[in-house]
């Protein structure tokens, strides 16, 4: 059985959970079936695991257009590339509409993954303007006519049905986002932390993630206003998605800093390694996002040996287990797809009063981590993961014949 997955992201190039999904699927995956793999960006290594691969860059005739442009122009140029496969896998909006086309083009089933959804993430809007409408488009367009779709959690299998009545049920498998637990796994080593003044003996509440408004950061900040002056924050942030969302952030920091010391950030790509000292050290990890399908990085910290805080929305409660692994805030939210809480307050308030009772015990804190890197290890390995893919290609290939 030949398949090829079509991604944004792919290695040396992943800066989302998205990236890090394809990568490791792919690498458990190229042992079960014959895996082709097309990514957007520069020329890389031609094998992955056993995969493989071929990158694709925008064509030169875009290189002035509007950012989804070029990404509808770069799928155009994977079509060819599809030719004798029996299924085409998509992940993100940005590589639904290669499979949709080849499916067409083909008469192939597209089976696309479900790692977030346009009509859930109105902020786009701020940074990508009419390219939004058409990102909006190309995945609604996937979404009706795909053979089969992938929702990484039941709770994205539910925001699929609310998005797009039309979709068929039966078309929806759930499979979950996995870990790797031999990569990320509890770090003793402190000399990274050490290098940016961090001390590594201090209670201390760590973040991981981009600053896009889906991940919460501004309600993070707010909340460490209510923590004890003890406590150490340590957030390593991805670029902001746009420069009003990266301003109200950082005054937000200056306004901490001027408050308290301990204030760590640490910005842009930063290595595996370092990320997996932060999440080993942190007494605990905070999620406060509003909008997550799964969160990887929830089992990332759990992997870790960490307890997790984290917002009880999405495909969050599947991962976290509520006293066990960490604590669930809860978060009602405006029913108008933004995810904005309804009490911006109260959710500050809550999330604070969550992070102030895991800092308090730290011996219970440690036996959250205990039990969560447990849980990743029993329930979320990527060759299950992988395991159940196949099952779906098996399906909808027997479904189409």
């Known amino acids: 059985m030949r398949i090829d997955i079509v991604t944004k992201e792919f290695p040396p190039e992943i800066y ?77 909006w940005y590589a639904n509409m290669a499979g949709h086309l080849g499916s067409l083009l083909y008469d192939i089933p597209h089976v696309l ?36 779709i992938i929702a990484v959690s039941e ?43 961090i001390d590594p003996h201090r209670e201390t509440v760590a973040f991981v993630g981009r600053v896009t408004r889906q991940k919460g950061v501004p309600y993070l900040l707010r909340a460490a206003r209510l923590l004890d002056s003890s406590v150490q924050l340590v957030l ?14 950082n005054a937000l920091l200056d306004e901490l800093r001027s408050q308290r010391d301990g204030v760590f950030v640490i910005e842009g790509m930063v290595p595996r ?27 990332e910290a759990m992997a870790c040996g960490t307890a997790v805080v984290a917002s009880a929305t999405g495909g969050i409660p599947e991962v976290v287990e509520d006293g066990a ?34 800092l308090s015990d730290p011996e219970h804190a440690q036996q959250m981590g205990e039990r969560g890197r447990v849980r990743a290890q029993e329930y979320f390995s990527w060759e299950s993961i992988a395991e159940k893919t196949v099952n779906v290609y098996q399906t909808v290939l027997g479904q189409d014949r």
């Open 325 to 358: 692994t960490g604590m669930l805030v809860p978060l009602d939210q405006v029913d108008d797809g933004s995810g904005t809480p309804l009490d911006e307050e109260q959710f500050v308030a809550d999330f604070a009063a969550a992070l102030t009772e895991v």
């Open 273 to 299: 390694a370092e990320i997996t000292q932060v999440l080993s050290q942190a007494t605990v990890f905070a999620c406060p996002s509003i909008y997550e399908p799964l969160g990887i990085v929830n089992l």
């Open 113 to 148: 993954s479900a790692h977030s959804l346009e009509p859930l993430r109105p902020w786009k809007a701020e940074q990508l303007g009419g390219g939004y409408r058409l990102s909006s488009w190309a995945e609604a367009t996937a979404y009706d006519s795909a053979a089969g």
């Open 155 to 197: 709770g994205m299998r539910r925001d699929i049905i609310k998005a797009y009545p039309g979709v068929d049920p039966e078309k929806l498998h759930v499979v979950h986002n996995g870990i790797d637990t031999t990569i990320w796994t509890p770090q003793h080593d402190v000399d990274a932390l050490e290098k940016r003044g």
């Open 236 to 249: 390593c942030l991805g670029a902001a998605d746009t420069p009003e969302l990266a301003a109200e952030v």
């Open 16 to 92: 989302g959970g998205a990236g890090v999904h394809v990568a490791e699927l792919s690498r458990v995956l190229a042992s079960h079936v014959d895996l082709r793999v097309h990514a957007f960006g520069a020329p890389r290594d031609a094998d992955y695991h056993g995969a493989s691969v071929t990158s694709y860059q925008t064509p030169e005739t875009l290189a002035s257009a509007n950012a989804a442009v070029q990404t509808l122009g770069t799928d155009v140029g994977m079509l060819s590339g599809f030719d004798g496969t029996d299924l085409i896998h998509t992940h993100t």
